[in-house]
Each structure stands twice: as C-alpha cells, then as structure tokens.
Nanobody, 115 residues
Framework: QVHLVESGGGLVQAGGSLTLSCAVS????????MGWYRQAPGNPRLLVAT???????FYADSAKGRFTISKDDAKNAMYLQMNDLQPEDAAVYYC?????????WGQGTQVTVSS
C-alpha cells in the first residue's frame, strides 16, 4: 500500500511551464508502474504519461514533445515537467501508482492556464 501526495500545480500563462511532484509514502519498490492523469470539468480522467520502475515512459499524444515524466527512487517521488502549457492543458492532475492490479491515487493538484 502507498499514499500519494501531489504538489506543484498553480496558475500559469499560456506558453509557461510547471513541474508537478508526487511524493510517495509506503513501499516504493512494490510499485509496478506510475503515471499522471488529468481531469477537466465535465470530462473523464485521461492518461497523460506513465513510467515503469525500470524507467520506460509512455506519453499521450497531447503530452508528447512538451511534457516529461520522471522519478527519483532515492526520494520516492515522481515528477511531471510541463512546458508550453496551453489552456486545454488546464485540469486537475492526479498521480497514480499501480500495484498488483490495484490503482492508488493522490488527491490531485489543479493546473490553470490563462490565455
């Protein structure tokens, strides 16, 4: 079991950057995969990017070339560097950990992008 806490959201102008962090408490090495998802009002929660514990990454088309997912095993943390943010990127961003067929979620962090 793990507990996830996101941070780093906020208000940014279009074209700006933010870095989200996900602090993980619990058994870090029990995690199979981790990822970032986002949910805008009235929309489903959508995948943004994932990373395996060996470091392999996957990005949704909307994130390719602008976002970078990473993790730090020493700090039990995962990050999402987001560049060239656009109004359509505005959403609540959630950290996810997948462990033995179970999903664990953080509480989310709001990202707002002004045009």
């Amino acid at each position: 079991q793990v507990h996830l806490v996101e941070s780093g959201g906020g208000l940014v102008q279009a074209g700006g950057s933010l870095t989200l962090s996900c602090a993980v408490s619990g058994n870090w090495f029990s995690i199979n995969n981790m990822g970032w998802y986002r949910q805008a009002p009235g929309n489903p929660r959508l995948l943004v990017a994932t990373i395996t514990m060996s470091g392999s990454t996957f990005y949704a088309d909307s994130a390719k070339g602008r976002f970078t997912i990473s993790k730090d095993d020493a700090k039990n943390a995962m990050y999402l560097q987001m560049n060239d943010l656009q109004p359509e990127d505005a959403a609540v961003y959630y950290c996810n950990a997948y462990i033995r067929a179970r999903d664990f979620w953080g509480q989310g962090t709001q990202v707002t992008v002004s045009s």
